[in-house]
């Protein structure tokens, strides 16, 4: 090995040095820094040779090379070490840039190595080659990564202590490929290899090489599939069996989906209807399905008219939001064209039954529970004033009873008092309700109750909120100085009707300057007691019964009810006790209160169970059609389009007469 001292070295020629001190032929011994460079000491620093500027320490010992890069004469440091060769400056300099300039050929096999390399680290699939002998010659990072090793650990390892069932020394001894075999890795691992023998230009086998990829996603992927097909059969049965008509469209508004309620509906096909516009069935009126598209928001309760008959529906569309995008609307289309008429006979109904009914007060409010009482006493105190009133509660919590009440005990009690439901109302009808509460004979007018203010549509919240800004209306061209009174009611969320656009937010905060919330009936067990001998004493005289009180038990029973319905189912199953209940009985029992309770009685047509001799003859046609209803349903195993076929009446009629008589 010779020994090499360096003088004055330029920073251009520290990689030579650093070829040097790679070679195993020569060792750099001493540095001799005459100009100290940072570069060149931290070089000698880090591989521990000796440095400095004086050269007598540096250069006395063994020595046989100095590469001498200062600009004095090379021959003053031959004192030092006479047995040295000293290469002066311009030499040193020829010998730096021969190591640091290869061959071409060289430079050539190692781009080639390099891309090569490259090549085989990047790719996706595991790559294993071995030579004649069974031991791993190549190991790229994918297979790495998958058997959860380094190449440093397998490298020159047998095949057998790596990968023992990978069937390379089977390929090796035999000469034959092997594609696209199964195997399970000793971690669990499935894939799929590919196999071939390396042969050289003898036709020798000298090695073997394997090519496999991770296929345990694939299988996942295809379990996922096979399961989401599944979940879209089942859905597509759910949709094909809704008597609610439902048609869905994709992002762009095209058909995609529609079931036969919707082509009994509209009368038009499934062809007629896939993959054209979300238009195609819409006789009068935009688009809904493109309204959501472009707002990205449910629109609920529009009315239009769709199919070759021009049918009154009512529509409901929702986005399909996946991963945060709108990909399509689902819209939900109901018949109200025979519901509207009953309705309207509905309301013409109970408006001549309020016109019978006698004056409520707060006398009629039955209970003790705190936060009803709570409830009467801010009822009370909004009676006193003028500001407008919202009641919100539960459907049939009573908020009628409490707007009855504020209205008989404030000043306006001489005047009309008037109930209205939002749902059915247009801008003809508020002028038409508002001016029939005017001032007459320079009384004050009357009180004008808004049930369900959520439903008003916003043509008509705008007529409200007008008349609450100014006291007036103007209709036909003139404006109309009135003075009602107004009380609003709402089961639904308010705050959310009004983030959802269905409610004014000016009409919001103008309703709810006073807002009384009324407790529903499961949170005030403790009042049904009173409240059902109120309701007993109240059917006897409406039934022509005697009924007294009811059982303790039957009283459990009642307490540990839910009652979604509130009073009002609370009265419905009372009422429904009563007509079931012996003839001639005294007393509920538990299981006249069941039987009451139960969505399906089990009573027959044939049953004949006796009534009380003092009925009307709407109540007897009412019972004897609810009774129909319930044994067809039996009949019919609950199949509705069934039962409808059976009895000659609609679909939609029959739903509305199961929701009258609580039968679903």
């Known amino acids: 090995m010779q020994n090499i001292v360096i003088i004055d070295a330029d920073e251009q020629s520290l990689h030579a040095l650093q070829v040097l001190q790679a070679t195993s032929d020569y060792q750099i011994v001493g540095i001799v820094e005459q100009t100290q460079k940072a570069s060149i000491s931290q070089f000698a620093t880090r591989y521990g040779i000796p440095h400095g500027p004086d050269p007598e320490s540096i250069l006395s010992g063994n020595v046989h090379i100095v590469l001498d890069f200062s600009e004095e004469c090379s021959t003053r440091y031959i004192q030092f070490c006479p047995n040295a060769t000293v290469v002066p400056k311009n030499i040193c300099h020829l010998l730096v840039k021969i190591l640091l300039k290869p061959s071409k050929e060289t430079q050539f096999l190692q781009s080639n190595v390099r891309m090569y390399q490259s090549i085989f680290n990047s790719v996706d699939e595991g790559m294993i080659g071995i030579d004649e002998f069974g031991i791993i010659t190549l190991f790229n990072d994918s297979a790495s990564k998958m058997l959860d090793v380094t190449v440093k650990e397998v490298i020159g390892k047998p095949i057998l202590s790596i990968i023992p069932s990978s069937g390379l020394l089977e390929v090796l001894h035999s000469g034959q490929p092997v594609s696209d075999d199964e195997l399970q890795l000793s971690n669990g691992l499935e894939i799929l290899s590919s196999r071939y023998p390396i042969i050289n230009q003898d036709g020798k086998t000298t090695g073997a090489f394997a090519v496999f990829k991770d296929i345990s996603g694939v299988i996942r992927t295809a379990e996922e599939i096979t399961d989401l097909k599944r979940v879209k059969t089942m859905l597509e049965a759910i ?34 209807v896939i993959g054209q516009p979300a238009t195609v069935d819409i006789s009068s009126g935009e688009s809904i399905h493109m309204k959501v598209l472009e ?20 529509v409901n569309v929702a ?117 029939h509460t005017k001032i007459q004979d320079d009384k004050l007018s009357g009180t004008l109750f808004l049930d369900e203010i959520t439903e008003l549509n916003p043509e008509v919240q ?28 709402s089961a639904a969320n308010l705050e959310r009707a009004v983030h959802e656009g269905r409610l004014s937010e000016e009409l919001f905060f103008q309703l709810t300057r006073i807002s009384i919330r009324i407790p529903a009936l499961r949170t005030r067990p403790e009042d049904i007691l009173l409240i059902t001998e109120t309701l007993l004493a109240m059917l006897n005289q409406e039934f022509g019964m005697s009924i007294q009180r009811v059982t303790s038990k039957a009283m459990e029973r009642l307490q540990s009810y839910e009652w979604p319905g509130n009073v009002r189912e609370l009265e419905n199953v009372i009422s429904r006790a009563m ?58 195993n609950g199949q509705k389009v069934i039962v409808a076929d059976r009895l000659g009446i609609s679909l939609r009629s029959l739903y509305y007469k199961l929701e009258k008589y609580k039968l679903i």
């Open 239 to 272: 949709i094909h069996s809704s008597d609610d008509a439902i048609s869905v469209v994709d992002s762009e508004g095209l058909g995609i989906l529609v079931n036969p309620a919707y082509t009994r509906l509209t009368g038009l096909t499934e062809r007629e």
């Open 295 to 314: 707002t990205k928001r449910p629109v609920r309760g529009v009315n239009m008219q769709i199919g070759e008959k021009n049918r009154n529906v009512i």
């Open 319 to 435: 986005p399909i939001i996946v991963d945060k995008e709108v990909k399509g609307s689902v819209g939900v289309i109901h018949d109200i064209t025979e519901m509207r008429s009953l309705m309207k006979e509905l309301d013409q109904a109970k408006a001549m039954i309020r016109d019978l009914e006698s004056t409520y007060t707060f006398d009629d409010i039955i209970g003790s529970n705190e936060d009803l009482l709570i409830a009467v006493g801010q009822a009370k105190i909004a009676a006193g004033s003028e500001i407008p009133i919202m009641l919100r509660g539960e459907p049939g919590s009573g908020k009628e009873l409490f707007a009855h009440a504020i209205h008989t005990g404030s000043r306006r009690s001489n005047g009309d008092f008037i109930r209205v439901s939002c749902a059915t109302l247009d801008v003809d009808s508020i002028e038409m309700a508002l001016i």
């Open 462 to 489: 705008e007529k409200l909120l007008e008349y609450l800004r100014i006291g007036s209306i103007t209709t036909s061209g003139q404006s109309k100085q009135l003075g009602v009174r107004i009380i609003a009611s």
């Open 579 to 636: 007509i079931l209940s012996e003839s001639g009985s005294a007393v509920l029992n538990e299981e006249d209160i069941i039987r009451a309770l139960s969505s399906r009685s089990d009573h027959h047509l044939d049953s004949n169970p006796a009534l009380p001799d003092k009925r009307t003859l709407a109540s007897l046609m009412e019972d004897h059609e609810k009774l129909l209803l319930e044994a067809s349903l039996k009949e019919n």
